[in-house]
Nanobody
Framework: QVQLVESGGGLVQAGGSLRLSCAAS????????MGWFRHAPGKERVFVAS????????TLADSVTGRFTISRDNAMNTVALQMNSLKADDTAVYFC???????????????????WGQGTQVTVSS
């Protein structure tokens, strides 16, 4: 079965960096658009970033543009989220997601994703 496993979360001071990774199994990874979402307490799950099947197109939420980078390695079946200049507002559980369906709005709607990981906690102290 399809599994997505996130890692790399933790506690970091504001201004610091973290690199999240998502390892995928049970699917033909190169056929899937991959996304990262986050869910903060009391808020809705929101889009963070997406990357096309080949990695040729990436999309970032306005709130993280210039600070976060998404990348993928189709040989290793992994997708990464490099997070720099972290802020307290970035505190959330981060999820990776996968879909092989045609996407709209560059992968922003969470409903377009079929598979989700369990999430990894990122806490940024101010």
């Amino acid at each position: 079965q399809v599994q997505l496993v996130e890692s790399g979360g933790g506690l970091v001071q504001a201004g610091g960096s973290l690199r999240l990774s998502c390892a995928a199994s049970g699917l033909t990874f190169s056929r899937y658009t991959m996304g990262w979402f986050r869910h903060a307490p009391g808020k809705e799950r929101v889009f963070v970033a997406s990357i096309s099947r080949t990695g040729g197109r990436t999309t970032l939420a306005d709130s993280v543009t210039g600070r976060f980078t998404i990348s993928r390695d189709n040989a290793m079946n992994t997708v990464a989220l490099q997070m720099n200049s972290l802020k307290a507002d970035d505190t959330a559980v981060y999820f990776c997601a996968a879909t092989d369906r045609p996407i709209t709005a560059w992968g922003r709607p969470p409903d377009e994703y079929d598979y989700w990981g369990q999430g990894t906690q990122v806490t940024v102290s101010s």
